[in-house]
């Protein structure tokens, strides 16, 4: 079945760092490629999608690329913010006719922000 | 516009009894995915319903059942509950075939 790798976490940076967040997944097809964001306490929210090879999805100063070739789609962000901290997941996506996407969760990576 | 509501958002149970959780999805979705997310995982798929029907499932029991009604809404049911059922309960709306999911605050059950 599909799987997802994501870096170990915790990473903890200090504001204004460089953050990458690797993720690797396995999966027949070509899915579609997902990050979510848990906040503390919270439900998943959807911070950025990538549908087809070579797309780039961004959202709130993140960005992550398709990459079929190395099927990867690395989250990255220029400069964290403390508000920043969260756990994120990354999740390939299949839908099939008639359904939605069946999305695979990573275990998710927590990232702490430090002022 | 609300988003996806959940309720209740705690409860807490005794093995072998019964559940039914609910969901509304977000205005304009007619989607609705439920996933199990156990403390510090990953959330996983139990099934989605399209059109009052499961369309797919994941790797869970038959006592994982659900429905969907015409508004859209839709109910998890679990029966004969473990320990092992003590989870965060998400549920996700999604407009369509190709429109991405919006999840739901969840709904914590814990089996005692």
């Known amino acids: 079945g599909d799987s997802v790798t994501q870096m170990e976490g915790p990473v903890t940076l200090s504001e204004e760092a460089f953050l990458t967040i690797n993720c690797t997944y396995t999966?027949?097809?070509?899915?579609?490629l997902f990050w979510y964001v848990q906040y503390p306490g919270e439900g998943l929210q959807l911070l950025l999608k990538?549908?087809?090879?070579?797309d780039k999805g961004s959202n709130k100063g993140f960005e992550a690329t398709y990459r079929k070739e190395t099927t990867s789609f690395h989250l990255e962000k220029g400069s964290v913010q403390v508000s920043d901290s969260a756990v994120y997941f990354c999740?390939?996506?299949?839908?099939?006719?008639?359904?939605?996407?069946?999305?695979?969760f990573g275990k998710g990576t927590l990232l702490t922000v430090n002022p | 516009d609300a988003g996806v509501t959940q309720s209740p958002t705690h409860l807490i149970k005794t093995r072998g009894q019964q559940v039914t959780l609910r969901c509304s999805p977000k205005s304009g979705h007619d989607t609705v995915s439920w996933y199990q997310q156990a403390l510090g995982q990953g959330p996983q798929f139990i099934f989605q319903y399209y059109e009052e029907e499961e369309r797919q499932r994941g790797n869970f029991p038959d006592r994982f059942s659900g429905h969907q009604f015409p508004n859209y809404s839709s109910e998890l049911n679990v029966n004969a509950l473990l320990l092992g059922d003590s989870a965060l309960y998400l549920c996700a709306s999604s407009p369509g075939q190709d429109g991405a999911q919006y999840f739901g605050p969840g709904t914590r059950l814990l089996v005692l």
């Open positions: 990538a549908t087809k090879a070579d």
């Open positions: 999740a390939p996506g299949k839908n099939s006719g008639g359904s939605n996407y069946k999305l695979t």
């Open positions: 999966a027949t097809g070509y899915p579609s």
